[in-house]
């Protein structure tokens, strides 16, 4: 197995345990926190879909004026780095919007991925990343990544009353 099916299975691993815990989470609970500003389930999605977009598309070949059709408009504002969780729903797109927008970013992650030359993995990213210096390293990292925040939503859950799925 190539350096790349690798970071490509890691990558469809995680999503694969994120999809079944999101399936197991009313709707109604998308934007219910623990303890006001700490975090919700739709931030975590948004969150985890906007940074699988950057580390795995954007840093792999770029930004393209295409991309606006599978990552909303601010969706970077809401759910980027430095950004803080809000319980108000109206400020948010509908969960169902979200997860779409998850799962599009995903599939389009895993179709581009897999025509990636495996000398392009080699190259250097732009820019800097204190967690990686190549573009396998980004992919690498959008994986490990994800299953943080993935840890997130399964403590979430628990949080809920629900029982763990393992």
Partial sequence: MSRLEIAIEQ?????????????NIDEADWFRQPAEGVTHIAWQV???TLSQYR??????RGELATDAEFV??????????????S???????DPVVI???????????????????????????????????????ALIWAAQHEV?????IGLLRRLFGNQALW
């Avoid at 997860?99 to 190259?123: K, P, S």
């Fill in 148 to 152: 943080s925040h993935v840890g997130q």
């Fill in 11 to 23: 990558i469809e691993r995680v999503r694969k345990y994120a999809n079944s815990l999101l399936d």
């Fill in 87 to 93: 319980s108000d729903r109206s400020i948010h797109p």
């Fill in 55 to 60: 580390l795995a598309l954007r840093r792999i």
């Fill in 72 to 85: 909303p408009a601010g969706f970077q504002k809401l759910f980027g780095k430095g950004s803080t969780p």
């Fill in 99 to 137: 997860r779409a927008a998850f799962d599009n970013v995903h599939q389009r992650v895993i179709a581009e991925t897999r025509t990636v030359d495996d000398a392009v993995l080699d190259e250097p990213v732009d820019p800097l990343h204190p967690m990686f210096s190549t573009k396998h390293g």
């Fill in 46 to 48: 948004g969150h985890m």
